[in-house]
């Protein structure tokens, strides 16, 4: 799982992984921490992850109870992301907030 949260793999083949795992958790497994998901921030910003690769990786780990989050900051723009329908399209500026955000 780690894997997913770094996404150091195809999201494709994770997901698959991730059907080894239960849903309903009661203590969750991992968690997302402000450096982790900076690097992805980063990666996209940088052109390395294209906005639909983020918006699915969002989606992939969004609403899993085996997955925390360092803190809400994190979790709402998660949650921000893996809805850009209902949140607003994801631009390089937008990420560039978000990450600038978690650094305060």
């Known amino acids: 799982m780690y894997d ?4 150091r793999k195809d999201l494709s083949e994770l997901e698959e992984e991730l ?8 203590k ?6 402000k450096e ?8 996209s910003i940088d052109d390395k992850l ?9 989606n992939a ?4 109870d085996d997955i925390e989050f360092e803190n809400d900051v994190i979790q709402e723009n998660i949650f921000d992301l893996a809805s850009p329908e ?6 390089k500026n937008k990420l ?8 305060n």
Request: aromatic share 14%; glycine share 2%.
């Open 61 to 64: 780990i969004e609403c899993r």
């Open 28 to 33: 969750p497994i991992l968690m997302i921490t």
């Open 86 to 91: 209902i949140n607003g399209d994801i631009t």
């Open 50 to 58: 294209n906005f639909e690769e983020l918006v699915n990786w969002a």
């Open 19 to 26: 059907f080894h795992y239960s849903w309903d958790i009661e």
């Open 96 to 103: 560039e907030k978000i990450l600038n955000s978690l650094e």
């Open 36 to 43: 982790s998901f900076s690097n992805i921030l980063k990666r």
């Open 4 to 7: 997913l949260i770094y996404l």
